[in-house]
């Protein structure tokens, strides 16, 4: 029986969810592969965008990627936004609402949406406006479902863009006390 490997990682702002490319465009991109020397055939369950940060799961197991990819496994995000969210917002997001895929109208999921004190996160390269181009707030905003840049896409259609975006959790697994870069093993 073979023993697979399992990490979490808190990937940094600035890097591509995967460890290489074959696209001569890609060059210039940073990937996960500089941050460790991870065991051979891992891979990155699910993604985070390029601007995106936080908790990524690695796995040398196909099946274990995709029990949490396709098993309505909570993905827990918290979202700086572009003004003050109010609860008539939150409403709106936990509901489900229309967003655009890949020029289809896709229809959310319900899910868990509050608003949230600033949360503490490590320090980010991200280069994010201050508070003389307007206040911001934060959100905490968990889906069982993954679709390409959705909780950005959710809190835009509310009128809220996302300014900084972390995943804090997946299913049990959290950050924690993890800065970005930083990888740990860990049991599935």
């Not at 040398?60 to 396709?70: K, P």
């Not at 909570?74 to 020029?103: C, F, H, M, R």
């Not at 319900?110 to 280069?127: D, E, G, M, N, W």
């Not at 479902?145 to 975006?165: D, I, S």
Request: overall charge positive.
């Amino acid at each position: 029986m073979t023993q697979h490997l399992h990490f979490k990682i808190y990937k940094p702002y600035g890097y591509v969810s995967q460890f290489m490319t074959n696209d001569r465009h890609a060059k210039n991109k940073k990937f996960l592969g500089l941050l460790s020397d991870f065991p051979k055939g891992i891979m990155a369950i699910g993604r985070l965008d390029e601007t995106s940060e936080g908790l990524l799961l690695l796995t040398t197991d196909g099946a274990y990627s995709y029990h949490i990819n396709n098993s309505n496994v909570e993905k827990e995000y918290y979202a700086q936004v572009d003004g003050v969210i109010t609860e008539k917002e939150i409403e709106i997001l936990s509901k489900g609402l229309p967003i655009s895929i890949n020029g289809s109208i896709y229809n959310t999921k319900p899910c868990k949406a509050a608003i949230i004190k600033t949360p503490v996160l490590p320090p980010t390269r991200q280069r994010i406006r201050d508070d003389r181009h307007g206040p911001t707030s934060w959100v905490s905003i968990t889906v069982t479902e993954g679709k390409f840049r959705q909780v950005r896409k959710m809190t835009a259609a509310v009128g809220f863009p996302t300014l900084r975006l972390a995943r804090v959790r997946i299913g049990d697994f959290t950050i924690e006390d993890m800065q970005p870069g930083d990888s740990r093993s860990i049991k599935n």
